[in-house]
């Protein structure tokens, strides 16, 4: 998501899509197979010339492969006088009006009139999310390159995904000085949170933990200046967190704080609401909830 949200915030899709200028036309079909994924093999036949273990081989790298559920995008200036009118077809998905209107937002586009709706197709057999979107440019006109419109949506509005036995086996997460940590505790989800200190911090997060269903067993807060090292009651946590984070990227993102500034650092050691550790689902909403608090997503920071 990040990716596809950094492509739609681009500089040249911005200026061409404020301007409403017909911009150098992109190459379908070199970026669709920079894309590509390895398709799912419809499942053999019985055969006893097929022996189990490669049909067990095959079930396994199949469980591995990435779906996609793809998005169909229509723009059509014919339809309404004065807006582009944008048709988007997709398999329902908690979060879809949120990827759209960013994906909208990142090219300047307004949006003038909406009609949302969602319900289920029984030739499909799935819920069908249907949006009517009438658009303009920043200066009030009609969009002129619908090609590059309907791209960009259906880009974004694609949900690819791993198998849910891969995502459930993940145990971090990370987003800039958040992160939650599946591995640090035998029994809990150790979140770690690390952002410039302001009144009313601990209130946030324990009300966004509260809000989620988690249920804290223990934490440590601490207000550091500049390098001051972090609670000290917590410094295996921390020094396992900083291991962790250095075999996945070779080293520490976090940015260091000026030598005047507070910081305030909050370790949380929680259970879902099922008593567990905190699922891919919980854990990934969390970060994303998080993350819209302290600025940490993409699309969270303040315009300069």
Known sequence: LAARARLAGTAQQREMAARCIAPPRLAPASRAAKRKRPARRAP?????AVAPAESESESVADEAYETCDLALASA????????TVLKLTVKDYPGLVRVASWALNGMGLLVERAFLSTGFDDDLGVNL???????????????????????VVQEHCTRCAPSVSALNNQTFWEQGDISIDNEAHPECSVVYLRHADRRGMLLEAAATLTALGCDMRSAEVATTTGSEAGPACDITDLA????RAEERGGGSRHA?????QKTRTLVFRVTGPSGGKLTYQQSTGLLYTFGL????LPFAQSPA
């Open 293 to 296: 608090l302290y600025n940490s």
């Open 76 to 83: 059509s200036n014919d339809e309404h006088s004065e807006f």
């Open 256 to 260: 260091q704080p000026a030598a005047t």
């Open 240 to 243: 396992c967190r900083g291991e």
């Open 129 to 151: 999310a249907q949006h009517e979107y009438y658009l303009t440019c920043s200066q009030g006109s009609k969009v002129r390159d619908l090609k590059l419109l309907e791209l």
């Open 44 to 48: 053999r036949a019985s055969s006893a």
